[in-house]
Every structure is written in structure tokens, then in C-alpha cells.
């Protein structure tokens, strides 16, 4: 089954203390993004990869970091949590054919609620 | 920045009626997607309109995108309580063609 796959799905944690989501897709996406969901604020985005080794910054990168060295594998870490942080958070995946991959569909995963103490 | 803006921000309606909810945005686009999100879950696409796209059909679901006007709507027909969730529209800036902005969701509720 094509999907997106992201651990761990609900995650407590405290202040400092560094962690590490993981996000996978079994499609061969070359594109992949991570966002946040915040109440009255939407879906933002953190950072996105356009292929292996390939990031950039989204529109709220600060306090996150992001690696991409395989193509199914996206991990998004927090090298020093706070609790501003706190939020529900998406991984997503899509194809990048000619123009980009705004053209295509965007797959998600199922989200993860982090809440930082 | 938001891009891409929702309205109504909530909608409710009875089963069997048509919901609309429209979509602002700012700058020239490139295509412009729609999405559906039941609580809390993961976002499910819907539908993709290009910019020289005016109107696009998926079952019950139309789309209309006027550029001149920057705006979108999406219709459902016949709504049914399962489409009961957030809907949300979703841009690039028409330039990088790398980045998607999400508008921040119409909650549509529909009781039987």
C-alpha cells in the first residue's frame, strides 16, 4: 500500500530534550516537506526536500533541522525542544515531474502531536 | 505569509444540500490544489486545478479558479455527513514551483 509513515504518533517530551520524528514513503517520491498545524494558523511549512542531499528552508525553520539521505527517509529533529514547538506535525511526499512538484498531489502522513513541557 | 485564505472559516448544513467555500490569494499562481482533512488526521487530496483551468469536475466535487480575481471555490453536491471535515486550499507563488502554501481550512459540519 502507498503510503507515508511517521513515528512515533503522539510524543511528550520536555524542554531541551532533543528528539527526532521520522517520516517514510514507500512511492519514490523524489519531493518531500515537513509542516506544523497550529489552531488559526493552518499548515505551515518547516522544510522541504526537492531529492537525496537536496533541502531548503520552508516558511517556519527556525528550531528545526531536517536530513534527506535516502530518498524514502525524511527525519525531522528538534535538537532542543520548547515548548512553542508544541504542535501537531505533517510529513508529506510527492512525485517531481516537469514544472515542480506543486504540480502533483502531495501524499501526508497520519501527523504527529508533540507537546513539549 | 498566508497565500491562500478560506471562507466561510466554518460552514454547517444538512445532509442532501450543496456546501461552497472559497479561496483567496495573493500573488500569480501556477495551480492551485484542494484538500480535505478529517479531525486531526492527515490530509487527503481532492482535486488540482491549473491556472489556465477555469473549472474542474471530481464526482461531487467542482472547482473554479478566476485568476483575474484570485480566488477559487469548491462545491460539494449532495453533501453526505461523511464529508464532515476541514477543508483547505492550497497554492504555490507561481515562481519557485517548489513550495505549496496552505490556507487556514473552512470546517464544513454536516448533520443528518
Known amino acids: 500500500e502507498a503510503q507515508v509513515t511517521q513515528n512515533p504518533r503522539y510524543l511528550i517530551t520536555v524542554t531541551g530534550k532533543k528528539l527526532t520524528v521520522t517520516c517514510s514513503q514507500n512511492?519514490?517520491?523524489?519531493?518531500m516537506s515537513w509542516y506544523r498545524q497550529d489552531p488559526g494558523l493552518g499548515l505551515r511549512q518547516i522544510y522541504y526536500?526537492?531529492?537525496?542531499?537536496?533541502?531548503d528552508k520552508g516558511d517556519v525553520p527556525e528550531g528545526y533541522k531536517v536530513s534527506r539521505k535516502e530518498k524514502r527517509n525524511f527525519p525531522l529533529i528538534l535538537e532542543s525542544p520548547s515548548p512553542n514547538q508544541t504542535s501537531l506535525y505533517f510529513c508529506?511526499?510527492?512525485?517531481?515531474?516537469?514544472?515542480?512538484?506543486?504540480?502533483?498531489?502531495?501524499?501526508f502522513g497520519p501527523g504527529t502531536r508533540l507537546t513539549v513541557l | 505569509s498566508q497565500q491562500g485564505e478560506e471562507d466561510p472559516q466554518a460552514l454547517s448544513i444538512q445532509e442532501g444540500e450543496n456546501a461552497t467555500m472559497n479561496c483567496s490569494y495573493k500573488?500569480?499562481?501556477?495551480?492551485l490544489q484542494w484538500y480535505r482533512q478529517n479531525s486531526g488526521r492527515g490530509l487527503v487530496h481532492l482535486i488540482l486545478?491549473?491556472?489556465?483551468?477555469r473549472e474542474k469536475h471530481s464526482g461531487r466535487l467542482r472547482v473554479t479558479l478566476d485568476t483575474s480575481k484570485k480566488s477559487s471555490s469548491l462545491l460539494i453536491t449532495a453533501s453526505r455527513a461523511a464529508d464532515t471535515a476541514s477543508y483547505f486550499c492550497?497554492?504555490?507563488?507561481?515562481?519557485?514551483?517548489?513550495?505549496?502554501?496552505f490556507g487556514t481550512g473552512t470546517r464544513l459540519q454536516v448533520t443528518l
Open positions: 526536500s526537492m531529492n537525496v542531499e537536496v533541502t
Open positions: 492550497a497554492t504555490d507563488d507561481g515562481g519557485t514551483a517548489s513550495k505549496l502554501t
Open positions: 512511492m519514490n517520491h523524489e519531493y
Open positions: 500573488t500569480s499562481i501556477n495551480n
Open positions: 486545478i491549473r491556472s489556465n483551468e
Open positions: 508529506a511526499s510527492s512525485l517531481v515531474t516537469s514544472g515542480g512538484p506543486i504540480y502533483n498531489e502531495q501524499f
